[in-house]
């Protein structure tokens, strides 16, 4: 994949805990553009001073070619697919 097929693909990545702040920092430093969502507000920020745009709901991710959610379980993946903040 070319740099600019990269920067044009729009990821969104839901839960910035230890594995998703990973995963997208990781494709940061492939040349992704990459929105994290996390419902904490440090995690948000952290991911912003990595480089990353950041947004606080699920929702706000609608724009994303690909989204990864990367949460700890079944009950996280319902409220971020389902919840009230969700899709």
Not at 13 to 35: D, E
Not at 48 to 59: D, E, F, I
Not at 65 to 71: A, R, S
Request: net charge negative; glycine share 14%; proline share 1%.
């Amino acid at each position: 994949m070319s740099q600019h097929d990269k920067q044009s693909l729009q990821v969104g990545l839901i839960g910035l805990g230890a594995m998703g702040m990973g995963t997208a920092t990781a494709l940061l430093k492939q040349g992704f553009n990459v929105t994290g969502c996390d419902i904490s507000a440090g995690a948000r920020d952290a991911f912003a001073a990595a480089g990353g745009q950041s947004v606080a709901t699920p929702a706000e991710l609608a724009h994303c070619h690909i989204v990864l959610v990367v949460v700890v379980n079944g009950v996280q993946v319902e409220q971020v697919l389902f919840g009230e903040q969700g899709w």
